[in-house]
């Protein structure tokens, strides 16, 4: 799932696919809660509390990505993290 950079400009997210159809949503992983915790969102749809990489594809596989793993979950750039990346799981 690349990124499309240009010079100077921060990268714009990439539609995932879903259910086998291109979607324009982007996904955005919050940054931690108090309990460690990070929401999930794919377009304007809350997925769930995230604690943990594994939770992340899993919901990314309910949302129609069946091919999201920890590994992808880790290096995709279609995945806007806040406060902090994959590797950030405390406040």
Do not use: H, N
Not at 37 to 59: H, I, K, T
Not at 71 to 80: C, D, H, K, N, P
């Amino acid at each position: 799932m690349p990124v499309e950079e240009q010079p100077g400009v921060r990268p714009r997210l990439v539609p995932f696919t879903l259910g086998g159809m291109a979607s324009p949503q982007s996904v955005i992983v919050y940054p931690p809660g108090d309990d460690g915790g990070r929401r999930v969102r794919v377009g304007e749809r809350f997925l769930g509390m995230a604690y943990g990489l594994l939770d992340v594809a899993d919901f990314l596989r309910r949302a129609g990505v069946e091919e999201a793993d920890k590994q992808l979950v880790a290096t995709s750039g279609a995945i806007e993290w806040l406060g902090g990346g994959p590797d950030i799981w405390e406040r």
